[in-house]
């Protein structure tokens, strides 16, 4: 899998030191939620930005080891919820594999059918737009369908390992 290094490559970066560097750069969190037959599913998701505002396209990147993003993909149509301060253990509990993942989780269906999380920061309704290989990961681009935001909420932010929350300093 990947593209072969050329015999003058420089060697390859240990994983460990790679992802203890890139854990200095906050990232928000996201649950990436859709309703099926057997009702909603979802999962933990923290690589996710916006893309493009014409057309409007947002990009957010499961790992391939994900059980749960094949089955959003022949969906089609997902939401991606922006938790906010405080939903430490959502993000959590979403990223388990087995469990309801919505047991003792508010929400509610989008226009467009897929579950909006209770007291997220923002939320996303999109549909699959295109797939690419990305290493470990599958980076998924999504066309926006439908979005909203709670300015009074703060978002939960992820660094160097932990959840950690913005300081209340004014802009």
Not at 5 to 24: F, S, Y
Not at 94 to 115: E, I, Q, Y
Request: glycine fraction near 12%; proline fraction near 8%.
């Amino acid at each position: 899998m990947g593209r072969p290094l050329p015999d003058d490559a420089p060697p390859l970066v240990d994983p460990r030191v790679m992802r203890e560097v890139l854990g200095h750069f906050a990232s928000g969190v996201t649950v990436v939620t859709a309703d099926t037959d057997d009702g909603p599913i979802g999962f933990t998701c923290q690589s996710f930005s916006s893309l493009s505002l014409d057309p409007p396209l947002v990009a957010f990147a499961p790992a391939r080891t994900s059980r749960t993003w094949p089955r959003l993909r022949d969906i089609g149509r997902f939401c991606v919820n922006v938790l906010s301060e405080g939903q430490d253990a959502v993000s959590q509990n979403f990223a388990r594999s087995g469990a309801d993942k919505f047991a003792g989780v508010p929400w509610t269906r989008s226009t467009h059918g897929s579950p909006v999380l209770g007291g997220v920061v923002a939320w996303i309704d999109g549909e699959l737009w295109a797939e690419y290989e990305g290493g470990d990961h599958t980076i998924v681009v999504a066309r926006v369908l439908d979005l909203g935001a709670d300015p009074d909420r703060r978002p939960l932010l992820y660094h160097r390992g932990s959840y950690g929350l913005l300081g209340r300093g004014t802009a």
